[in-house]
């Protein structure tokens, strides 16, 4: 892996953009905040951070989350000299910030999604890795970049997530001495996890409740998927965040080959995330213009949330389960 290019850019630029994906998790949080301390740590420079959606709660403990800014409350007319993707699978998944990335003078993709069309200047996308947080944390080693506690944080909270705690089929060896390194560099696992998977409100936990006992199962068994309502969402009074872990729930279930989420955005607009066992799904949410990896991905479907499900299910069918 090429990463002196990166190094030249960023000694040489003078404003600097961290792009996030929409929706976010903890890899590209993580990520995004690894990679601005690091940054700040080694050139001494401050980048700017932009967030696509909401902040999912959980993640309020990343180190630097504050400074990040929300793209209804940025300024688009701005120009950066860099702007750095960190797990954004496709362009299109920039959304309102591609008016930012359009005008930069230099544009940098970090990630790991197998289905990532290096649409880059600089493009150091690594599908076996198990998250951004892990291909981060290889360029930083290869540029022999200080790694702080606060990058090792966000970092480890990357890689934490995207393996689901060390339990997905993407924790290899590599996913764990990665872990190990960052431990060693001062972070506290059993504190990340806390925040990460322990700190749910009641009201979250009875939504997740609410939605598994109305969750649909079909094909002996082997598929199961749930729609998410808004007006749910309002009973319970849960958050953007409130679906996730919903898809790991069913999959925890002997049966279960796919499980997927329908989740309602709008009257039509719905959000689809799957995760499988063994099938490649990655090719079902490709019909829809999604993308992933082949075991964990999703879409946006541009219809009412009952269709959405439907539509997938159909295509769930046809593979070899």
């Known amino acids: 892996m090429d990463c002196q290019q990166l190094d030249n850019i960023i000694k040489s630029s003078k404003n600097i953009l961290i792009i996030s994906h929409i929706n976010p998790d903890g890899d590209t949080l993580g990520s995004m905040c690894g990679l601005y301390s690091a940054i700040y740590d080694n050139f001494k420079k401050k980048a700017d951070m932009l967030l696509m959606s909401k902040l999912p709660a959980i993640y309020t403990f990343l180190p630097d989350i504050e400074l990040a800014k929300h793209i209804s409350n940025y300024d688009l007319s701005r120009e950066y000299d860099l ?43 690594c599908p076996d890795a198990s998250s951004t947080g892990e291909v981060l944390l290889d360029i930083m080693e290869a540029l022999n970049w200080k790694i702080s506690l606060n990058t090792a944080k966000s970092l480890y909270t990357a890689i934490l997530t995207d393996t689901g705690s060390f339990k997905y089929n993407n924790t290899t060896q590599k996913a764990l001495n990665s872990a190990a390194k960052l431990a060693g560099a001062g972070v506290i696992p059993s504190e990340i996890y ?74 039509s607009l719905s959000k689809i995330s799957m995760r499988s066992e063994s099938a490649d799904i990655s090719s079902v949410c490709a019909k829809f213009d999604g993308g992933g990896h082949k075991l964990a991905a999703g879409c946006m479907i541009k219809c009412s949330v009952e269709d959405a499900a439907r539509r997938v299910y159909e295509e769930v069918k046809k593979l070899k389960l």
Do not use: P, W
């Open 194 to 267: 806390k925040y990460c998977y322990e700190s749910n409100s009641r009201e979250h936990v009875q939504f997740q409740a609410h939605c598994i006992s109305n969750a649909v199962f079909s094909e002996d068994n082997k598929i199961a998927y749930i729609i998410v309502y808004k007006k749910d969402m309002e009973r319970y009074n849960v958050a953007e965040d409130c679906t996730e872990g919903l898809t790991e729930k069913l999959r925890a279930i002997k049966s279960v080959e796919v499980a997927f989420i329908a989740k309602q955005l709008g009257a």
């Open 83 to 125: 702007v750095i993707n960190v797990d954004v699978a496709s362009y299109d998944r920039m959304f309102d910030s591609r008016t930012l990335y359009d005008k930069a003078k230099y544009k940098v993709n970090i990630d790991h999604h197998i289905t990532n069309d290096n649409y880059a200047d600089l493009n150091i996308v």
